[in-house]
């Protein structure tokens, strides 16, 4: 019987600039947390916000909670409540309500309503209140995604109030235990009409622990409508914990055998929440005081750093190899150096090793949309059946929400995934200037030649101003400068690192 895993919680806080807490299980990062403080989540916050515009071909609205950027708010995440003019925000927030008696997962947003359901123009108006929530960080130029179905997270429990009844997470599978949960939150005298969810880190917790949950979460209703109350939209009416504190409780839900810390201030608001949340149960604190970065100490800054590269070593020289593109995510498997005497074997060998670093580098980094993994073909079912049950096993230590499809003959296996936040590679990158994120140079020449002709028929009788990408300016001064100069009339250039290198304004 092979010994039980050790996990440690990793918390670098000691760095201003940038906050990782990762969980590590036998020394390797299975899970992580990062944040920096200019650009913290705003996942988890409730604000008042107004609708400044509402989208009928979208069937949404775009609503100003208060952060410069407007949020973007789905017909079916928009309470039935809303309908009433006169309804008032706090009122609706905690209605019990059908349509989000749908949400029996964590924090998960109600699904979009079927075509025939009310339009977005039949519950919301311009310059109207609503109490929203960001289920989802502004991405890659996109807003933040709006709920107006609040849920308040605690360690075991989260409040719902307009689900108005007791739910268990999916995650819980034994029904003798789902049963226990819903017994046990009943018998801690839930506020009437608000709605509770059992989390998975619920699972096997006496009834103290969940009684203490609740009267936190219950807590912060409170302060939630006293707040909304007195607002002026939009405001902040209830923010997140701290990263640090945030990430601890995520990542606690498995449970830890201890908690590394290297900055004191950090030590005492883990214990303080420790304290709250983890009374009987609590991990060991330990505060890191060396001078060596705590990643390194741990070794585990090199497993970190991968996370930016596009090729990930999986062992025996294979690798997998991730590209995101706009439509989807590819991941390509390569068997590397691995020979088990077949080709057969040693694509078994290699999918297998991929499979398992697949799943962690997908929770790892956050990836969300469509997925399709590109694994080695193998002739027989039962070997694509064996790496398609491995892979969906590993897939399963993920918070988020995914659905996986099967793998086929040609070794190609798609899933979907819901992204948590903004995924860690993505929140670090900016655009390649030198090929506007094309991938290639060669764009440069095409772009130089069409501002050429388009400098030509637009007529050489008056100056121009010519901005393009920095790589297609260049190349005019280095292969047309004469062209140019010879215009009876000068063009001037200049440079603009944000069009791509085929664009070009004229004025």
């Known amino acids: 019987m092979n010994p039980p895993a050790t996990r440690l919680l990793a918390v670098n806080v000691r760095d201003s600039e940038e906050v990782r807490v990762a969980l590590l299980v036998d020394g390797r990062i299975q899970d992580l947390r990062w944040a920096q403080p200019e650009r913290a989540s705003l996942v988890g916050n409730l604000y008042l916000g107004v609708v400044r515009q509402v989208e009928p071909g979208l069937d949404s609205a775009f609503v100003d909670f208060g952060t410069g950027r407007a949020g973007f708010l789905h017909v079916g995440n928009v309470h039935p409540g809303y309908s009433d003019p006169e309804a008032s925000p706090i009122v609706v927030a905690g209605s019990p309500t059908p349509a989000a008696e749908a949400a029996t997962g964590e924090l998960a947003p109600v699904p979009a309503q079927p075509a025939s359901a009310p339009r977005i123009g039949e519950y919301l108006r ?3 209140k609503v109490l929203v929530q960001v289920v989802r960080d502004p991405v890659r130029g996109k807003g933040a995604t709006l709920t107006t179905f609040v849920s308040l997270a605690g360690r075991l429990l989260v409040l719902m109030p ?5 739910g268990v997470s999916r995650r819980i599978q034994d029904e003798k235990e789902r049963r226990r949960l819903r017994t046990s939150v009943e018998a801690c005298g839930p506020p009437e009409g608000l709605g509770l969810i059992a989390r998975t880190a619920a699972a096997g917790r006496p009834k103290r622990d969940i009684q203490r949950d609740l009267d936190h979460v219950g807590h912060q209703w409170q302060a939630l409508l006293e707040a909304c109350a007195d607002a002026e939209e939009p405001a902040l009416l209830l923010a997140e914990l701290s990263p640090a504190v945030r990430a601890v409780r995520d990542l606690m839900a498995g449970g830890a055998d201890k908690i590394v810390v290297d900055s004191p201030a950090h030590v005492e608001q883990i214990q303080r929440f420790l304290e709250e949340y983890l ?3 609590r991990p060991e604190v330990e505060a890191y005081g060396k001078q060596r970065p705590l990643f390194e100490a741990l070794d585990i800054e090199r497993d970190y750093q991968l996370l930016f590269r596009p090729r990930v070593p999986v062992g025996t020289g294979a690798s997998i190899v991730i590209h995101e593109t706009e439509a989807l995510t590819a991941i390509d498997v390569n068997s590397g150096r691995i020979d088990k005497g077949s080709l057969e074997a040693t694509a078994v060998e290699a999918n297998k090793l991929a499979a398992v670093e697949i799943a962690r580098q997908i929770r790892l980094r956050d990836l969300g949309g469509i997925l399709v993994v590109d694994f080695i073909d193998m002739t027989q079912a039962a070997h694509r059946r064996e790496v398609e049950s491995l892979f969906r096993q590993e897939l399963r230590a993920d918070r988020a929400r995914f659905k996986a499809g099967r793998l086929g003959s040609f070794g190609l296996m798609p899933l979907t995934r819901r992204r948590l936040g903004t995924g860690l590679p ?10 506007g994120g094309s991938g290639t140079v060669v764009q440069h020449r095409a772009g130089a030649m069409r501002a050429l002709r388009r ?9 121009w101003t010519l901005r393009a990408h920095p790589g297609v300016i260049q190349h005019l001064k280095d292969f047309h400068q004469e062209v140019l100069d010879s215009f009876p009339e000068p063009v001037e250039l200049e440079q603009d690192p944000v069009l791509a290198p085929g664009e070009l304004t004229l004025k």
């Not at 307009?162 to 007791?166: D, F, H, V, Y």
């Open 455 to 463: 400098l030509r028929a637009a007529g050489t009788d008056r100056s």
């Open 126 to 128: 311009v310059d109207q």
């Open 162 to 166: 307009s689900l108005g009844r007791i």
């Open 279 to 281: 009374p009987h149960h």
């Open 426 to 435: 993505r929140a670090t990158e900016l655009p390649c200037t030198d090929c």
